[in-house]
């Protein structure tokens, strides 16, 4: 294993900048955001720790990129911003997501719900879920796996035809693995940042995926007919379980943190870090780093308090308001699953204890 472990200097001028606007910038923010903000530099932080790698297949050790400090993030004019005209994400859901359109509803209404939370200040919008048939695009049998997947850009320009007039960003999600082309094997997500789309794919958070066992697998060996999209009715999509709740808010809050302009985060544990495989996904913690979040709070002016405690509200609300008229064992059977949600939340808790000192 290998720890990454930046100096106090450098996360502090990652943090802060040594650009006098931009310290101003920081100076105005309340001294309880600065205390927690500040924890990026302290040595001996229990909220915010360096990034350990646990192999030569961890994102870092296989993707040299440059890091991106706060005073590279707020000058690079290619951002993407959202302004009154263009202050919405959508999400375009598609294909099943469940047994059925109501698992496929609630679990949407929680997807938006935490993406709200996370952007807090825009609007998330759930546009109604879409057959596979009507994207139009290609699909294949992985020939590894022998599962279907669907091709990640002709979906990114289903989503072009389809982004509303006043969408920051359209996103689309869907339970079906992807690829990007031929001579690839598969992709978790891709996105168009000059163009505010992209696609992501709970597929592979399945913890059955990568098992012999996994329901998935086609058993026909055929060639699919390129026109013939019978082959999605009814193609199994996976138990929306906790575990899978928790990696599809990461992946979701992830990607469209890209699409807002932030590079893959090196400086210190955060949702934003790369990832190349799913253990690697998994150890990543659901929320920012301080340096990611005064990049984003740059770009959404929320108080930093106020987004902790909704994020809290979240996690803490076990059932969904749109459960309302449901019997008892209705409101059971949909009650939102945050077992794998516990270690965020007393995160959170403890950062709201910070900032209420």
């Not at 530099?41 to 915010?48: A, E, I, N």
Request: proline share 5%; charged share 25%.
């Amino acid at each position: 294993m290998k720890v990454i472990k930046h100096s106090q200097e450098v996360l502090k001028v990652a943090l802060i900048s040594e650009d006098a606007q931009l310290v101003k910038l920081y100076d105005a923010f309340q001294p309880k955001e600065k205390l927690l903000l500040s924890e990026a530099y302290r040595p001996d932080s229990v909220l915010f720790k360096p990034i350990t790698l646990h192999s030569e297949s961890d994102w870092i050790s296989s993707h040299p990129e440059s890091t991106q400090d706060f005073a590279q993030f707020y000058c690079d004019p290619r951002r993407n911003r959202p302004s009154p005209q263009k202050n919405r994400i959508y999400v375009q859901p598609i294909g099943s997501f469940g047994d059925s359109r109501v698992s496929t509803d609630i679990y949407m209404k929680w997807l938006k719900d935490y993406c709200e939370a996370f952007y807090y200040g825009l609007t998330v919008r759930i546009l109604s879920p879409v057959p596979v048939s009507h994207t139009g695009c290609a699909f294949r049998v992985n020939e590894y796996t022998h599962n279907l997947q669907i091709h990640a850009g002709h979906l990114l320009n289903y989503l072009k035809k389809k982004k509303p007039k006043d969408a920051f960003c359209i996103v689309g999600v869907t339970m079906i693995d992807l690829y990007p082309r031929d001579s690839w094997n598969f992709v978790f997500g891709q996105a168009s940042l000059t163009e505010g789309m992209g696609i992501f794919s709970f597929a592979r958070y399945d913890s059955d995926f990568y098992s012999a066992n996994y329901k998935g697998k086609l058993k026909t060996t055929k060639k699919l007919s390129p026109a013939d999209y019978s082959v999605f009715d009814g193609y199994y999509t996976p138990e929306l379980s906790s575990k899978l709740l928790l990696r599809s808010c990461k992946t979701l809050t992830h990607e469209i943190g890209h699409i807002f302009g932030l590079h893959h985060c090196q400086w210190l544990q955060c949702v934003m870090q790369g990832s190349n495989h799913l253990e690697e996904a998994d150890r990543r913690p659901l929320d920012l780093c301080p340096i990611c979040l005064r990049k984003l709070q740059s770009a959404l002016g929320f108080n930093i308090m106020e987004r902790y405690q909704v994020l809290q509200k979240w996690i803490e609300d076990g059932v969904n308001e749109t459960e309302a008229g449901l019997s008892n064992d209705g409101r059971a059977a949909l009650q939102k699953p945050v077992e794998a949600f516990k270690e965020s939340c007393d995160w959170i808790v403890k950062c709201l204890h910070v900032l209420q000192k």
